[in-house]
């Protein structure tokens, strides 16, 4: 019996019929079917892969991220071999980010600057509508490529859109395999571009959360700290290191109200983020119209794009150490003290700053901080009552009890003075009251000090320092006599003047007296500002008296006052110089 076996295909096609002519149709249409066939599984493997990518993008809550795997997934399931995902800026018409796929960062480097917009990029940006070109040189807007660029020529172009804003675009181009890309991958990448838009508002959702949860907690942080005792270097500080921290800055710096001046200047009181220990302190002018003067005057947080041009232009008078920041953003402090100026820069792109602060959170965050330095002064002021307190019953007390004595003592003395006819005891008792007296006289002095506040100027300290600096010069410490409370009784306009007169007074005196002796006395018992610099020198000339005195003679008219230089007995000069003080004696 002979072995059953299959049929070949001629022997099949005389069975059933089918001619030569038939067989040729039927191999072409079963090959198109094949075709179909593969094209149908090969869209499935695509769709498959979409849905895949879709589901990856949610799995990530990371905005870098989430751009990144968008940038891969964009060339994976187009075939691409270059991509990018171009972020706009605040201003939606230029990129402020550009993540890429298929270029390495030596290549990154090698090109420059990251695109902002321009050419077949920037009609993305114009008209947010899908481009597809084999050639993307044939463009007419086609702006050309930098030096050092790889060669790209098909190119498919897809706007991201979260919610009805436009946040970037989709670039691809170098179809594998093909010389363009084709309708499915436009229509694929479109989906993906939807996707994308979901993951991207849910990653900046969960991220301004999180920002949001960090400000409060920041916040928390600075009220459970300042609820204790802490001084208040110690609270700026805190207030701009978390301030810096949270929002991702490279600096922060509080900027406080000077009352010595009406608050027309700001004082950097602190900076965090920079090497800033030889401008913190510095006086800053509050210009009209500057950026500054802004900040003071408005409710709500001043963005600034670009600080360094602001101090260029002469908007922001900010030291040298501000000169390469860019975006800022500078919130008031509302205080009764006067206020100042919450400050936070960095040199990064503005895209990475925004994502850091939310405007409403950091408004409660500098109140919530003007409230915690509100605080601090308070502590301050009840630390500085009671130590006035004290000073002001050890100053009763030496001017109740030891001044009275010793006032008591010298009266003794002077009234044993008639009883005694010897020279050499009447002189020695003379010596003794004139101690008294300056011991006296200095006793006087320590209490004016006793009742001044270290917090303001300190005119007399400021005067003994002149004198204590032309030591060198004459060779020998001037002594200085302070009458009256100089600090309380000299106002804020005559306390540079009073500086001046000193010291040019004793700048006159080193260079032309040849004096053993100089004495500097300050009085304000009067209702005036009266200056005395006396010396035993070989005296002042008239040429001199008119040209080198000139400038304390102005300095004098100009506040309604006088000067007077007279020969000092039995030789010397003595030079007053005299203002009204402009209140009750």
Same mark, same amino acid.
Request: proline share 4%.
């Given at each position: 019996?002979?072995?059953?076996?299959?049929?070949?295909?001629?022997?099949?096609?005389?069975?059933?019929?089918?001619?030569? /002519?038939?067989?040729?149709?039927?191999?072409?249409?079963?090959?198109?079917?094949?075709?179909?066939?593969?094209?149908?599984?090969?869209?499935?493997?695509?769709?498959?892969?979409?849905?895949?990518?879709?589901?990856?993008?949610?799995? *990530?809550?990371?905005?870098?991220?989430?751009?990144?795997?968008?940038? *891969?997934?964009?060339?994976?399931?187009?075939?691409?071999?270059?991509?990018?995902?171009?972020?706009?800026?605040?201003?939606?018409?230029?990129? #402020?980010?550009?993540?890429?796929?298929?270029?390495?960062?030596?290549?990154?480097?090698?090109?420059?600057?990251?695109?902002?917009?321009?050419?077949?990029?920037?009609?993305?940006?114009?008209?947010?509508?899908?481009?597809?070109?084999? &050639?993307?040189?044939?463009?007419?807007?086609?702006?050309?490529?930098?030096?050092?660029?790889?060669?790209?020529?098909?190119?498919?172009?897809?706007?991201?859109?979260?919610?009805? &804003?436009?946040?970037?675009?989709?670039?691809?181009?170098?179809?594998?395999?093909?010389?363009?890309?084709?309708? /499915?991958?436009?229509?694929?990448?479109?989906?993906?571009?939807?996707?994308?838009?979901?993951?991207?508002?849910? #990653?900046?959702?969960?991220?301004?959360?999180?920002?949001?949860?960090?400000?409060?907690?920041?916040?928390?942080?600075?009220?459970?700290?300042?609820?204790?005792?802490?001084?208040?270097?110690?609270?700026?500080?805190?207030?701009?290191?978390?301030?810096?921290?949270?929002?991702?800055?490279?600096?922060?710096?509080?900027?406080?109200?000077?009352?010595?001046?009406?608050?027309?200047?700001?004082?950097?009181?602190?900076?965090?983020?920079?090497?800033?220990?030889?401008?913190?302190?510095?006086?800053?002018?509050?210009?009209?119209?500057?950026?500054?003067?802004?900040?003071?005057?408005?409710?709500?947080?001043?963005?600034?794009?670009?600080?360094?041009?602001?101090?260029?232009?002469?908007?922001?008078?900010?030291?040298?150490?501000?000169? *390469?920041?860019?975006?800022?953003?500078?919130? +008031?402090?509302?205080?009764?003290?006067?206020?100042?100026?919450?400050?936070?820069?960095?040199?990064?792109?503005?895209?990475?700053?925004?994502?850091?602060?939310?405007?409403?959170?950091?408004?409660?965050?500098?109140?919530?901080?003007?409230?915690?330095?509100?605080?601090?002064?308070?502590?301050?002021?009840?630390?500085?009552?009671?130590?006035?307190?004290?000073?002001?019953?050890?100053?009763?007390?030496?001017?109740?009890?030891?001044?009275?004595?010793?006032?008591?003592?010298?009266?003794?003395?002077?009234?044993? /003075?008639?009883?005694?006819?010897?020279?050499?005891?009447?002189?020695?008792?003379?010596?003794?009251?004139?101690?008294?007296?300056?011991?006296?006289?200095?006793?006087?002095?320590?209490?004016?000090?006793?009742?001044?506040?270290?917090?303001?100027?300190?005119?007399?300290?400021?005067?003994?320092?002149?004198?204590?600096?032309?030591?060198?010069?004459?060779?020998?410490?001037?002594?200085?006599?302070?009458?009256?409370?100089?600090?309380?009784?000299? +106002?804020?306009?005559?306390?540079?003047?009073?500086?001046?007169?000193?010291?040019?007074?004793?700048?006159?005196?080193?260079?032309?007296?040849?004096?053993?002796?100089?004495?500097?006395?300050?009085?304000?018992?009067?209702?005036?500002?009266?200056?005395?610099?006396? *010396?035993?020198?070989?005296?002042?000339?008239?040429?001199?008296?008119?040209?080198?005195?000139?400038?304390?003679?102005?300095?004098?008219?100009?506040?309604?006052?006088?000067?007077?230089?007279?020969?000092?007995?039995? &030789?010397?000069?003595?030079?007053?110089?005299?203002?009204?003080?402009?209140?009750?004696?």
């Amino acid at each position: 019996m002979e072995e059953d076996r299959p049929l070949e295909r001629h022997e099949l096609d005389d069975a059933l019929g089918f001619t030569s /002519l038939a067989r040729v149709r039927l191999d072409t249409l079963l090959e198109e079917l094949h075709g179909r066939v593969g094209d149908v599984l090969a869209s499935q493997d695509r769709l498959r892969s979409l849905l895949d990518a879709v589901v990856d993008l949610g799995t *990530d809550l990371d905005l870098p991220r989430v751009l990144q795997r968008i940038t *891969d997934a964009a060339c994976t399931l187009a075939n691409a071999r270059y991509g990018a995902l171009g972020v706009l800026g605040p201003d939606g018409e230029v990129l #402020a980010e550009f993540i890429t796929h298929g270029v390495t960062d030596e290549e990154r480097a090698r090109i420059g600057p990251p695109p902002s917009g321009h050419g077949v990029l920037g009609v993305l940006i114009k008209e947010p509508q899908p481009i597809r070109l084999p &050639h993307i040189g044939d463009h007419p807007q086609s702006y050309g490529f930098p030096s050092n660029h790889p060669p790209m020529e098909s190119f498919l172009g897809v706007p991201v859109r979260v919610h009805d &804003h436009v946040y970037g675009n989709l670039y691809l181009t170098e179809k594998i395999g093909a010389d363009e890309f084709t309708d /499915l991958d436009e229509r694929i990448m479109v989906a993906l571009a939807a996707a994308a838009g979901v993951a991207i508002d849910n #990653a900046r959702l969960y991220e301004l959360t999180d920002r949001r949860r960090q400000w409060l907690q920041a916040t928390a942080e600075i009220m459970n700290v300042l609820l204790g005792e802490v001084d208040r270097a110690q609270a700026l500080r805190l207030i701009a290191g978390k301030a810096r921290e949270v929002s991702g800055c490279d600096v922060a710096a509080v900027l406080l109200a000077d009352q010595s001046d009406d608050g027309r200047h700001l004082v950097l009181e602190v900076v965090e983020g920079i090497d800033a220990g030889s401008i913190e302190g510095e006086r800053i002018s509050i210009d009209a119209g500057g950026v500054l003067a802004e900040a003071m005057e408005q409710e709500s947080p001043v963005i600034v794009d670009d600080l360094a041009k602001e101090a260029q232009s002469g908007r922001a008078q900010l030291p040298a150490e501000f000169a *390469d920041m860019a975006y800022a953003v500078l919130v +008031p402090l509302r205080t009764p003290a006067g206020g100042g100026v919450l400050l936070a820069a960095q040199r990064r792109d503005a895209s990475q700053l925004v994502a850091g602060f939310d405007i409403e959170l950091i408004g409660t965050f500098a109140n919530q901080t003007a409230l915690a330095l509100e605080r601090v002064r308070a502590q301050e002021d009840r630390a500085q009552v009671a130590v006035l307190e004290d000073r002001d019953r050890i100053a009763r007390d030496l001017h109740d009890l030891v001044i009275q004595r010793l006032f008591a003592s010298g009266l003794q003395v002077q009234g044993a /003075l008639e009883l005694i006819r010897r020279p050499d005891v009447r002189q020695r008792l003379t010596k003794v009251t004139d101690d008294l007296d300056s011991t006296i006289r200095d006793i006087r002095a320590t209490i004016f000090e006793l009742q001044h506040r270290s917090d303001r100027s300190d005119v007399r300290a400021d005067i003994r320092g002149l004198a204590k600096e032309y030591t060198a010069s004459f060779g020998f410490a001037p002594t200085v006599d302070l009458l009256g409370p100089v600090d309380s009784a000299v +106002p804020t306009e005559l306390r540079p003047e009073a500086l001046a007169v000193v010291r040019e007074g004793l700048s006159n005196a080193a260079r032309h007296a040849q004096a053993s002796e100089v004495h500097v006395e300050v009085d304000v018992r009067g209702g005036n500002l009266g200056i005395t610099i006396a *010396d035993d020198g070989v005296g002042i000339g008239e040429t001199t008296r008119r040209s080198g005195l000139r400038n304390l003679r102005e300095r004098a008219e100009a506040h309604d006052g006088t000067l007077d230089v007279q020969p000092n007995e039995p &030789h010397g000069t003595i030079l007053r110089w005299s203002a009204p003080l402009g209140g009750d004696d």
